[in-house]
Every structure is written in C-alpha cells, then in structure tokens.
C-alpha cells in the first residue's frame, strides 16, 4: 500500500519488512527526498512482480526517474530533461535518491545527492563517498543496464522501443539476456570483420603496387644494361686517356740525364749573384735611417709652426670680435636716432587724431532723445517673439499628432500584414490542393476587367469564420468542389471563364452562378431562441463572414441560414429535437445529423457522422476588420496630409518673422550705437592726450649717447692695436720656422733619391738571381711527373704502347659511348631503388596476407561461439513471443535477420506481427502498426524476455495506454503469470488504471500512490486502523 500526501509529500510505500527470495541485483529498497514531486518517499518494492498504480500526475514516474537516476543513469535514458539538477524538487537547492539492491552477503545502498546550484551529484556506497566510475562498475558488476531499452522502458522512451532498428534491437536483448560473452564475442566479431575488411583492401591495394613496381622494374633493366655497357667504353677511354701522358712522360724521361748538368752549373751562378747583392742591401738600410731621422725632424719643425699658426688664428678672431663690438656700438647709436625719430612721428599723428577727434566732437550736435525710437522697437521685438513662440507650440502640437498618426498608421500597417500573412497561408493551402484552381484565380485577378459583373475568389479564399473552432462546422456543410469553386453573378461571365480555363488551358476548375435575386438575407424557419433549449447556439451563416453572391449562392444551396449548430447537450437531446422540432439538418458538438422522412412509410429516418477536422478555414480573415482597418488607414493618410499642409505654412510664418526680428534687431542696435558714440569720442580723447604726456616725457639725448660711444670704440681700438703688434711677432716666428723646415725636406728628398737608386740596383740584381733560380726549376721539371700504382702498369700492359694507336683506339672508344644516349646514373639508382622496396613490399605483404589469415581463423572460432548460441537464444526467444501471440488469437513471430553472414554488424531481430486475419505478417515498426499493436507487440517481447530472467529487474512504464481493453486484459494477464514465477526477476509495472475483474496472484506487489491536499501524515497512516473504524461504522448503520 502506498500514500503520497500533497501537503508535506512524505510517504512509506510497502512493507519495511525483508522480503525472501530477491533475485542478486534486484531492488529491495528506494528512498527520494526533495525529488520531483516527493519531500519524502520511502518504496519497498516485492522481489516479482510490482504493480505501482496511481492518477496522472501523482509521482508514479518519479519513482521510476529515481531508480534510473539512483543507479548511475543519464538524464537522457528518461527523456525528460537533460540536467539532473532539473529533477530536485522545485524550491529546494539539493535532493537524494537511494536505492538498496539485494547482494550476497550483505546487501549494497547506493546513495546519489544532486545539487541544483552547480548541477552536480555526489555519491555514496554504504554511506561512503565514492565516485561515479565505482557506482557504474557496481551496477554492471550486477547485469543491471539503464540504457537498456529491454530492461528499462520509462514512459517518455516507450515509443522508441518500436523505432529501435533490427541491429539495436539484437544488442539490446544480448545484453539483457545473453550470456555475458554473448555480445563481447559480437563486439570481437564486428571488429575482426573490421580488420579482415581493411586487410583485404590493404593486401589488394599493395598487390596492385607490386605489380606495377615489377612492371617498372622490367622496363628499367634494359636501361641499366645499356648503362653499363656504356660505362665500360668510358672506363676504357679514361685508362686510354691516363696511359697517354705516361707514354709522353717515358719519352721525356730520357733527356733528364742530358739537364742534370746545366742545373749544377745553374747553382753556381746563383750563389755568385747572392754575393754581389749583399752590399748594396747595407747601403739601402744606412739611407733608410737617415731618411727617417730627417723626417723626425721635419715632423717637430711642423708641429711648432702649427703651434704658432693657432696663436696668429686666435689673435686674429680676437680682433674681429673687437671689430664686431665696434659695429654693435654703432648699431645701438643708430637705433637711438631711429627711436626718437618714431617718437617724434607718433607725437605728431597723436596730435592730428586729438584734434580731428575735438573737431567731430565740436560739429556733433547735443545727443537727441534716442529712447522712444528704442521702446518701440523693443515693443514690436516682443510682439514678434510673442508670435513665434505661439508657432512654436502649434507646430510641436501638429508634429506630436502626426507622431501619433504615424504609431496608429504603423499598427494599422501590422494588423493588415498579419492578415495579407493570413490569405497568403490560405493561398497557399489551395496551391497546394488546387493547383489547377490556383492557376486560374492568378489569371482571374490580372483579368478582372474581362468581366461585366463581381467575381469571387473560390469559396475557401472568401469564406471568413468569426471563430475558428467552428470552422468544422462549415467545411462539413459545404462540398469540397464547392469550397474550390469561383462565383460568378453572371451566368455569361461564368460560361466564358469556364471555357478560357477548361478548353482553352485545359485546367480543371470549378465555377458556380449565384441566384439573381440574392438569398443572403434569408430568414430562418423559427429564431435561434427557441433552438436555445436544446443547447443550439446559432445558425451556420452567423458563424462566418463572406461576400454578398458567395452568401447568396450558400444560403440558396446548402441553406446556411437555416442549419442549426449545437452542443453536447443537443446531442443527448437528439431524438426529442427530431420529434419536436421537424428539422432536416442539424450539427452537435462533435456529428452531424441529416434527417429524412419516407415517401414510402411515412417514418422519420436520421443518420449521423462524426465531423471531420477543419482543412481549410482554420485561418480566417475578418473581412469587415480589414475594411475598417483600410478605412482607418485612409482616414490617416488624409489627416496627415492636411497636418503637412499647416506645418508647411507655419514653418513660412516662422521664417518671415525670424526674418522682421532680425531686421528689428538692427535697428536697435544702430540707435544704441548713435547714443554711446559723443561718450566714446571723449574718452578717446582723454586717452590720446595720456599717450602724449607719456611720448613728450620719454625724449632721448642723442648728443649723449654719441659722446658715451665714441669712448667706447676709442678704448676697443687700443686694445686692437696691442693685437696686432702680438699678431705681427707670431708671423715673423712661423716664417723663419717655414725656412728651416724647407731646408730639412730638401735634404729628405736627396737622401731618398739615393735610397731609389740603390733600390733600382738591388731590383736589377734579384731580377738576374730569380732568373737563375727558375733556370734550375726547369731544368729539374720532369722529376713532379705523376706516379702510377701497379694496377695502373699491369691495365696499361694490355693497351697501346705507341701514342699513334692509343690516339685511334681513343677515338674509337669514343665513337661508340657517344652511340648511348639519354642514359644516366641516375637509371641504375631507380633500378636498386625500386628493387629494394619491391623486396620489402613482397615482405611486408607477406606479413599482412599471414596477418589476414590469422583473423579470418579467428572470426571462425569467434563466429562458432556466438552464432549458434544466439540462434538458440532467438528461437527460444521465439517460441515464448509465438505462444503468447497465439494465445491472444494472433501471429507473432521474432527471427535473426541476416543480410549477408560475413558483415556481422549488419546481423539483428526482426519481430513481425499479424493482428488480423487477413493480414500478412509484418516487419513491427514505428509506421505500419497502431499506436496500440506496437504497445502489445513490446510488453510480450519483453515477457518473452522476463523468461530468461538474466538482468535483475525490468521496468516498464504506462505501455498499456494505447491498447484497446481485450488486448490490455490479456496482456496483463500475460504479465502477471510470467512476472510471478518462482524464477523470474524482479518487474516493475507502472499504469495509472486497470480494467476491472482482472486476474491477480499472491505473488504480486500492489503499490498504490495517492496524491492530494487532505491526505494525512505518513505517520499517522495505519491501514489496520481505518479498516476497524470501517467495520464499527458498518455495525453503527446497521443498528
């Protein structure tokens, strides 16, 4: 029993006490705190089958969120959120999930604590922290897989079960059930075929390069052999060309007896020659130390003239320095006399200005009363900004308005795009379904005027609903021929546009006349009002808007103004509006009734039909909004045409009185200035006459200033007097310097013309000696002749010995290697080359094709170990689904699908069903059956699953919703003997109804979840209890 209270949300669900026979790995315990919809929730689940019932929404898949969560799951194995912090308890910063699983010995508690803030979880085994990776190992070490579709099945992923492909579908229930080599051989075996794959296209690849290496070789060989056949005559000719010069050096060999003579003789000469120029070499080495004592000399003779050359250059700018002294004193006494001379002038002309100022002053007459003249025009200022300021507000006003117009215009331009969007959509839809009737209504509108009267788009374009929920209601009533249909009020025009579309550009299209005398305003047969106690709301014609012929046409035609529309009360009231009310037609909420009298029995017969959903009035345009919003947009476009009409006629007042205040202005200010002028000339005057006073007392005595300056220049001449006599001394010492040094370089140039001489001797005699020395060279020339090993003798025994033959057997050899052409070195390294790795490449094939073999070996034993126990594992698997698929009266069967036996990763289960008799079987996928077949189709795969009882727990959560109720009872029923075997795992079933009168067994865990605002605490709930007070309040009835 299990109690969720909405208060305080703690509840106890089951028996705390230990439950025997728990398969390893199963769930003996789950406690969530501050998880989802939970404050507190504490599950004791039974160790077979487990039944968790309760309303939508009270917490049953919260509990199944817990446990995929609680055991290491993804967030995206649920298919609710993707962050796990989004599964704690709204308001709350942390949630727990814990799970305890049954374990030899001790049982393992698995404790997950999730933060919201960061989004992270912290983990607990035995209440010791530990880490993810651990959890995970835990649980696989126990068979349990979350992402396993077979084993765990939650509400939001169970239409995914029937999507999963034939190759998933395999990988899941290996996993599941197989043994636990099963899918790692599978695994090897996608992986072997992988590698054997890429083997066989390597060895293909590199057989083919070998091949082609070969070729190349072979074309190569017979370059290699021309090659050294070449080099053959070129090694011969080299041999040939080195015997030469050996044969040419035996013949000069012999007259080197005849020169050993004149070399000796030679010798003595040379000696002779030595002896005779040591003397002249004493004789140059004395003029060498003469000359460098008289340059010596020479040097010190010209550093004492430069000594003194720089006393004169200093005398010498000293007096200029002296003469520009003189120059500056000058300089001042002439700008003395140009300063007074100014002074003078600016005396004169300040006079002049004085009294042609004090004559304008004499000839202005008494300063005239300016005041008046300046109020007035202050007063016609204030008038004028009075005006502008009055303009001003106006136009502010006007652009505020127009502002205003323009917001209104730009929501009035929305409101009509929102519904041009909508007949575009509507277009579109007829485009679509009509493609020839979307042909003819583009033609139609670029040739309205072809036609004498109104023509109207197709019905559904011109058909606006007021609702669109009662669009139903319409498209039931009118036909869809006619929802496509143009209507015309001339029946000319109609004809006319009928043969342009159907004969003249063969479209197929429909055209109606509406009556010549307009039925739009029909009256209906009684008031809506009298309708209204049948739940009858309106007539078909209130509930929508559209053009006068079209209205016409409509209420002449399907009598739309006469059709009544009602609502789930009329339809429970039908058979007494058709006895009291005599109405042919008729709509309730979700059928439609057509009642008909017979001609032949006088009996009233009705039908009804369910309404089909809407297809082409679910967007409507109201086109009386539109005609009002176009109105309004017109009405706009108006105002503000006449607001730019008062602001241009403002903006040219404004500017003619900017134009009279600036005028205003300038007269003012010419009246001021006539006023302040007699002020301005008095005080222009007393400041002239200060600039006078001040130019008269600053006079300069020019007499002085000469006198003061002749003194100066007759001291700085003085001064220049005793330069020049030092100046005069200083020359006349560097002149006799100059003489002395003239007599030491001409003593210079006598000793080295001496030095020349005995130079040109000693040249002459080392000339004589050199060529003494190179007489003796050559005499002793032939013994530098190029020595020969003794291979070279014995080669040069088998050639030529005379250089005549050696000349024609060389130019013999030569002829022919110039017969080899376009052939290098080059050709013999490719050769090498290309044979070396055409060797390492037949190696290493070799080494790939052993390689390959191995794996081929090894996919047949892997192959032997997987294959013939899955087949087993599916037929056995097979026979389950079968049986349980017979006993609902239909077909079922699950085989191993194989496309091609070596591409293992393409192996998977096909389930194919058969629901009906005349059926085929077929392939269970997520298009071809119904909602419900594929629900039944999982739950008895999964039964068939449960059989084999390898994982320790299934969940599978509301699957039952889509069935019918004979497939759900039998499938319960299903689920409930094979979930209740002695040896089956531990199952959890999740729905939030069962049928009635169903099959239950002792073996069975019913855990019931209770969601509300008056559900009591958990620790007041006592089952025992309610059932005394139960039976006491019986026996008080009774009494």
């Not at 019932?53 to 967030?75: D, E, R």
């Not at 010596?296 to 520009?324: H, M, N, P, T, Y």
Request: some cysteine.
């Amino acid at each position: 029993m299990a109690v969720v209270s909405q208060k305080k949300r703690k509840i106890r669900l089951g028996n705390a006490e230990a439950r025997p026979h728990f398969v390893e790995g199963s769930i003996v315990r789950i406690f969530i705190e501050n998880f989802l919809t939970y404050d507190s929730c504490e599950v004791y689940p039974g160790p077979n089958l487990n039944m968790i019932i309760g309303a939508n929404g009270t917490g049953k898949s919260s509990i199944v969120c817990a446990i995929c969560l609680g055991l290491g799951g993804k967030p995206s194995f649920i298919g609710r959120a993707d962050k796990v912090g989004l599964f704690v308890k709204q308001g709350c910063l942390k949630g727990l999930v814990e799970i305890e699983l049954c374990k030899t010995p001790d049982n393992i508690i698995i404790t997950r604590e999730i933060q919201v803030v960061n989004n992270t979880s912290a983990w607990f085994i035995n209440k010791k922290p530990t880490t993810l990776k651990t959890v995970e190992e835990q649980v696989a070490a126990l068979n349990i897989q979350m992402d396993n579709l077979c084993q765990f099945l939650p509400q939001d992923r169970v239409g995914e079960f029937a999507k999963l492909s034939k190759v998933e579908l395999l990988e899941a229930t290996e996993k599941s059930i197989g043994p636990p080599e099963m899918y790692r051989f599978h695994c090897e075996l996608k992986n072997f075929r992988e590698k054997e794959r890429e083997l066989e296209n390597l060895c293909r690849d590199k057989t083919n390069s070998l091949e082609k290496m070969r070729q190349r070789i072979e074309r190569y060989k017979q370059d290699v052999e021309r090659y050294h056949e070449r080099k053959h005559h070129l090694d011969l000719i080299e041999m040939l060309e080195r015997k030469r010069p050996w044969v040419e050096y035996e013949n000069v060999r012999q007259q080197h007896e005849k020169v050993k003579q004149s070399r000796d003789q030679a010798k003595e000469e040379v000696q002779n020659l030595k002896e005779m120029r040591s003397p002249l070499s004493k004789k140059i080495q004395e003029t060498e130390e003469n000359l460098k004592s008289l340059d010596i000399k020479i040097r010190d003779k010209a550093g004492e003239i430069k000594d003194i050359s720089q006393k004169c250059k200093q005398k010498q700018d000293a007096l200029e320095i002296k003469d520009k002294q003189i120059e500056e004193i000058n300089q001042a006494l002439r700008m003395k006399k140009d300063e007074e001379m100014d002074r003078q002038r600016k005396i004169h002309n300040t006079r002049k200005m004085i009294e042609d100022w004090k004559n304008e002053l004499n000839a202005m007459a008494v300063c005239e009363n300016l005041q008046p003249q300046i109020d007035a025009v202050n007063n016609k200022l204030k008038e004028l900004q009075e005006e502008k300021a009055n303009i001003d507000s106006d136009i502010s006003d006007l652009t505020a308005e127009k502002m205003n117009q323009e917001k209104e215009k730009k929501r009035i331009n929305d409101n009509l795009e929102q519904l041009n969007n909508v007949m575009n959509m509507k277009e579109e839809h007829l485009k679509g379904r009509f493609k020839d009737t979307h042909t003819a209504l583009v033609w139609l509108r670029k040739n309205k005027d072809k036609f004498k009267k109104k023509v109207c788009e197709p019905m559904m374009l011109e058909i606006s609903m007021k609702d669109n929920r009662h669009a139903k209601y319409v498209e039931n009533h009118i036909s869809s021929s006619d929802m496509s249909a143009f209507v015309f009020e001339s029946q000319e025009d109609m004809e006319a546009f009928l043969v342009e579309m159907r004969d003249h550009r063969k479209l197929r299209v429909n055209a109606v006349c509406a009556p010549h005398e307009s039925c739009a305003e029909s009256l209906p047969s009684r008031p809506i009002e009298e309708l209204h106690k049948y739940g009858f709301f309106s007539y078909l014609r209130e509930l929508f808007d559209a053009p006068r012929p079209v209205m016409s046409y409509l209420c002449s035609q399907y009598h739309v103004h006469d059709v009544p529309v009602g609502t789930e009360k009329t339809r429970r009231l039908t058979e007494r509006i058709i006895q009291e009310t005599k109405l042919r037609q008729m709509y309730t909420a979700e059928e439609k009734y057509v009642v008909k009298v017979s001609a032949y029995t006088n009996l009233t017969l009705s039908t009804n039909t369910s309404l089909k959903v809407a297809q082409f009035l679910n967007s409507s345009v109201d086109t009386e909004e539109r005609r009002q919003l176009e109105k309004q947009q017109q009405d706009i476009i108006n105002a503000s045409q006449a607001l730019d009409v008062r602001l241009t006629a403002l903006s040219e007042r404004k500017k003619h009185l900017e134009c009279r205040d600036n005028q205003l202005r300038q007269q003012k200010k010419e009246l001021l200035e006539r006023g302040s002028r007699r002020r301005q000339l008095e005080s222009k005057i007393a400041v002239k006459y200060d600039s006078l006073r001040q130019l008269e007392q600053d006079a300069i005595n020019l007499e002085k200033e000469f006198q003061q300056a002749n003194v100066k220049i007759k001291e700085i001449n003085i001064q220049k007097v005793r330069l020049v006599t030092e100046l005069m001394h200083l020359i006349k010492n560097c002149i006799s310097l100059n003489i002395l040094k003239v007599d030491l370089a001409l003593q210079s140039a006598t000793v080295a013309a001496e030095k020349n001489r005995l130079e040109l001797e000693y040249k002459a005699a080392s000339v004589q000696l050199k060529a003494a020395e190179v007489n003796i060279s050559m005499n002793t020339g032939i013994s530098t002749m190029k020595t020969f090993s003794v291979e070279d003798f014995m080669a040069f025994q088998a050639l030529p010995s005379t250089l005549e033959e050696i000349d024609a057997f060389l130019n013999e050899e030569k002829t022919r290697a110039s017969c080899f052409t376009g052939l290098n070195a080059s050709v013999v390294e490719e050769y090498n080359r290309e044979t070396q790795e055409a060797q390492q490449l037949t190696e290493y094939l070799e080494e790939k094709k052993n390689e390959l073999d191995n794996y081929k070996q090894n996919i047949s034993q892997v192959k032997e170990k997987w294959l013939n126990p899955l087949k087993k594992l599916i037929e056995q698997i097979n026979v389950k689904f079968s049986s349980f698929f017979s006993s609902m009266q239909c077909v079922g069967e699950v085989d191993l699908h194989v496309e091609n036996e070596e591409e293992y990763d393409k192996y998977g289960i096909r389930i194919r069903v058969k629901f009906h008799r005349s059926t085929e079987l077929h392939e269970l996928t997520a298009y071809h059956q119904s909602g419900g077949e594929r629900s039944v189709s999982t739950m008895l795969y999964l039964m068939a699953l449960q059989e084999f009882n390898k994982c320790p727990f299934r969940v599978v959560d509301e699957i039952n919703q889509g069935m019918d109720p004979m497939n759900e009872r039998r499938v319960f029923e299903m689920v409930v003997k094979t979930a209740c075997k002695e040896s089956t795992s531990q199952y959890f079933f999740i729905t939030p109804k069962l049928l009635q009168n169903l099959t239950y067994n002792d073996k069975m865990t019913v855990l019931f979840v209770y969601n509300g605002p008056f559900m009591l605490e958990a620790s007041q709930w006592d089952l025992k209890a309610f059932c005394r007070r139960r039976r006491r309040l019986g026996r008080m009835d009774e009494q």
